[in-house]
């Protein structure tokens, strides 16, 4: 059995790439290959991953705090503990100027693994990131990108392999059953269109280009509702916006849930105004629960397995107004077996994608 050691950044599950590494864990042969884990804590109490990680055989190294010094000092602990032979860095972070050692300690196979496709939300931290990949380019042997667009961004040219986010999609199906008794639970009535959102609030999920959707929306059909889901630094500040847009009674906020899955069945519309994605797991998701999604046209073409519209997020009135009309017209949910066709002949099956990682790491 060989191990594998996983650098994500963060180890919460709100964040995406764990995600993504985690629904290719539960699913390897883990008698061929372990998967262990180094990166922070960033949700604090949020060990979620870390007891399943764990309970699968897997080891978790923790970085208590960041910057370059704080992990040299784990990579050299790590490896006196283990002799890792292949290294999988998903984040652009301290860890990248770590390579150096890596290649001192034995490691034959690094993999590289782009997720998004800007180097970070923050323009002050783009130069910061531009360094941290600067090592990619002299001690990588295997680039991988979740679309096109966020390998390019990160490698700079077309040399890397394609591998989309894979979902167990019978996981997402819809379930009439299910839809029923969490539209009763949201007090969402039956003729009420419901459109949701999942994901972080933060900067790149740009809840808020929403906000006068919404309110356009809601004036001329009191119908619609809209169902937010998920954690982050900016959620408090969207919670007032609504408050003062006086669109309360129609809005509404929950917390981040395992049990997302239920939820996707309740919605008859997924909207995603992200402000750049690698290929986002949520819209994944959605579609794998037969959701038409409607997604901003900063994100990457190859997110349309099913049924996908792509609109422009200008802050102006054409934009909003484009916004308004698509979701106001919600087109018609897929079935299961259409879903299940697509996500077949498109790669974003669970298991078509392990095996490609299997026959990476084994290589």
């Known amino acids: 059995m060989i191990r594998i050691l996983q650098l994500p950044g963060s180890l919460s599950r709100n964040n995406g790439r764990m995600t993504v590494v985690m629904n290719i864990y539960r699913r390897i042969n883990r008698e061929k290959i372990q998967f262990d884990f180094a990166g922070t804590n960033d949700e604090g109490n949020d060990n979620e991953y870390i007891d399943e990680i764990k309970s699968m055989g897997g080891h978790v190294y ?9 992990a040299r000092r784990l990579v050299k602990s790590i490896f006196k503990s283990y002799p890792y032979k292949a290294v999988h860095y998903h984040q652009l972070s301290e860890f990248g100027l770590t390579f150096d050692l890596l290649k001192k300690y034995g490691v034959r196979q690094l993999i590289v693994h782009s997720h998004a496709t800007v180097l970070s939300e923050n323009r002050w931290k783009v130069p910061r990131n531009r360094i941290f990949s600067l090592p990619i380019y002299f001690y990588s042997n295997q680039n991988i990108a979740v679309s096109n667009e966020a390998g390019q961004n990160l490698f700079l040219s077309n040399n890397f392999k394609f ?4 979902i167990d999609q019978s996981k997402f199906s819809f379930n009439e059953e299910i839809r029923c008794k969490v539209r009763q639970k949201l007090t969402v009535q039956d003729e ?3 459109v949701g959102h999942v994901g972080r609030f933060a900067k790149q999920k740009n809840q808020s280009f929403l906000i006068p959707v919404m309110a356009n929306i809601i004036a001329e059909n009191a119908h619609f509702h809209f169902l937010f889901i998920g954690d982050g630094p900016e959620k408090e500040g969207f919670r007032q916006a609504i408050q003062q847009a006086g669109l309360t009674d129609n809005v509404i906020i929950l917390d981040s849930t395992p049990e997302i899955k239920n939820y996707y069945s309740a919605m008859d519309l997924f909207v995603l105004p992200s402000l750049f994605e690698g290929l986002p797991m949520a819209g994944i998701e959605a579609q794998a629960n037969g959701l038409p999604i409607i ?3 900063t994100i990457s073409h190859q997110l349309e397995i099913t049924k996908a519209t792509f ?24 079935d299961n077996q259409n879903v299940q066709e697509q996500f077949l002949k498109k790669g974003f099956l669970i298991d ?4 490609k990682w299997e026959e990476i790491y084994l290589s």
């Not at 078509?352 to 095996?355: D, G, L, Q």
């Open 352 to 355: 078509s994608s392990v095996a």
């Open 163 to 166: 591998i989309p986010n894979a």
């Open 192 to 194: 009420d269109v419901l």
């Open 311 to 334: 609109l422009s997020l200008q802050p102006d009135k054409e934009s909003i107004k484009s916004w308004v009309e698509a979701i106001r017209i919600p087109q018609s949910r897929i």
């Open 62 to 70: 923790p970085l208590e705090q960041g910057g370059v010094f704080a």
């Open 295 to 297: 997604v901003s046209d």
